[in-house]
């Protein structure tokens, strides 16, 4: 599995996620791995671009 880097929502620190490709569409919660607090990630895998992930804070809409 690859991984990209995103910026914690909470601590603004770059973290390293690992990033399942092969699925479409999905959703999960990992935390931080500087400051610990849970960040909502959103995977949309697209053939041309790879993995796109979008990070939000817990209580972001």
């Known amino acids: 599995m690859p991984f990209q880097s995103i910026q914690c929502p909470y601590c603004g620190e770059s ?3 690992f990033v399942d490709d092969s ?3 999905q959703q999960y919660v990992e935390d931080c791995q500087v400051c610990c607090r849970p960040i909502n990630l959103t995977v949309t895998a697209a053939e041309a671009d790879g993995a796109r992930v979008t990070a939000r804070a817990e209580n972001d809409a």
Do not use: A, L, P, S
Request: hydrophobic share 50%.
């Open 23 to 25: 699925v479409e569409h």
């Open 15 to 17: 973290i390293d996620v």
